[in-house]
């Protein structure tokens, strides 16, 4: 069993910036590989930013340059990730959804961003 706790979400303007964090719990015993996908309305969900137990990232073309992830393995936040969002664009609007890799994926509840002036 594994729980989440995301945060972060909101509103912003157009250019703004937002920080998404989300912290797995439960039956984890390592760290594992986390990351970000988002789902806007009326449309699929999307990969955003993924990020290794290394620390090697990857993300999606539409998000590179302003977005980025980062995680904290330390004992006391083993398994947290986070969401730097800059220069934030309307269609940036979405539920973002933060996940884990334990052989397969596990989901966190969802935080809406929504960028409109």
């Known amino acids: 069993q ?36 988002r789902q806007a309305p009326g449309k699929q ?16 073309d539409s998000v590179k340059g302003r977005f980025t992830i980062s995680r904290d393995n330390g004992d006391n936040a083993k398994n947290t990730v986070y969401l730097q969002m800059n220069s934030l664009k309307p269609e940036d609007t979405a ?13 966190g509840q969802g935080t809406q961003v929504t960028v409109s002036s």
Do not use: K
Request: proline share 2%.
């Open 95 to 107: 539920v973002y959804y933060c996940y884990i890799l334990i052989r397969s994926a596990y989901w």
């Open 45 to 60: 969900r999307e990969f955003v930013a993924t990020i290794t137990a290394g620390g090697n990232t990857n993300y999606a």
């Open 2 to 37: 594994v729980q989440f706790v995301e945060s972060g979400g909101g509103l912003v303007q157009p250019g703004g910036s937002l920080r998404l964090s989300c912290a797995a719990s439960g039956r984890i015993f390592r760290i594992y590989d986390m990351g970000w996908h």
